[in-house]
């Protein structure tokens, strides 16, 4: 299982990013994918999961509404849409994927290396 995490970066207050994490080396379409984060000093955090069904989740109440999950099984890629970005969404952001559950925690399935974002003025 390769997972690789791209789209970060430093964006303002109230812009949006659109992460993305190229997968290889398993049969994607089948998978449960995930998009968690970790700030420094602290435990790392499950945002949303999209199932192999194109089912969605969106886990913590601090993003509903502003962030998406979606996949391309074609591209073998999962992405995460971050819109209205504050201060406190700055993170290492990581992808899973896991073929067992739809609703995975932090010790399920694979992680990538993670992409930072940074909100800041």
């Not at 999961?49 to 998406?68: E, H, L, M, Q, W």
């Amino acid at each position: 299982v390769q997972l690789v995490e791209s789209g970060g970066g430093l964006v303002q207050p109230g812009g949006s990013l659109r992460l993305s994490c190229a997968a290889s080396g398993f049969a994607f379409s089948i998978y449960h994918m995930s998009w968690g984060r970790q700030a420094p000093g602290k435990e790392r955090e499950l945002l949303a999961t999209i199932a192999s069904t194109g089912v969605s989740t969106i886990y913590p109440d601090s993003v509903k509404g502003r962030f998406t999950i979606s996949r391309d099984n074609v591209k073998n890629t999962v992405y995460l849409q971050m819109n209205s970005l504050k201060p406190e969404d700055s993170a290492v952001y990581f992808c899973n994927a896991n073929p067992y559950t739809t609703t995975p925690t932090v010790h399920d399935g694979n992680w990538g290396q993670g992409t930072q974002v940074t909100v800041s003025s």
